[in-house]
C-alpha cells in the first residue's frame, strides 16, 4: 500500500511563503503524476498543481506566478513552493499520486494565510 505524507503546512501572514513536502513511501514514485489539491471550508477540493513523471507541469491560474511544483525522484517526494500567499490560499493541502486508475491521497496538511 503506497502511503503519502505531507508536512511543511501552518500559519503565515499575507505575503508570506511556505513550503509543503510530501513523502511517497514504496518504490514506483517514479511512476506517478503527483499534484496537489486543496480544500476550503465548505469548498470542493480543486486541483493546484501538477507534475507528471517527465517534469511536465500545470498549475490553476490563481497558482501560476506564484506557486511552484517538483519533484525528487531521488527522494520520493514531491514539494509546493508557495509565495504571495493570500487569505484565499487558505486551505487543507493534500497530495496525490496517480497511475493509470490507481489513486492515493495523504491525510492534508493545513496552511492558514492570515494577519
Known amino acids: 500500500q503506497v502511503q503519502l505524507v505531507e508536512s511543511g503546512g501552518g500559519l503565515v501572514q499575507p505575503g508570506g511563503s511556505l513550503r509543503l513536502s510530501c513523502a511517497v513511501s514504496?518504490?514506483?514514485?517514479?511512476?506517478?503524476?503527483m499534484g496537489w489539491y486543496r480544500q476550503a471550508p465548505g469548498k470542493q477540493r480543486e486541483l493546484v498543481a501538477g507534475?507528471?513523471?517527465?517534469?511536465?507541469?500545470n498549475y490553476t491560474d490563481s497558482a501560476k506566478g506564484r506557486f511552484t511544483i517538483s519533484r525528487d525522484n531521488a527522494k520520493n517526494t514531491v514539494y509546493l513552493q508557495m509565495n504571495k500567499l493570500e487569505p484565499e490560499d487558505t486551505a487543507v493541502y493534500y497530495c496525490?499520486?496517480?497511475?493509470?486508475?490507481?489513486?492515493?491521497w495523504g491525510q492534508g496538511t493545513q496552511v492558514t494565510v492570515s494577519s
Open positions: 514504496g518504490n514506483n514514485f517514479r511512476i506517478f503524476v
Open positions: 507534475i507528471t513523471n517527465f517534469g511536465i507541469t
Open positions: 496525490n499520486a496517480g497511475f493509470l486508475s490507481l489513486e492515493y
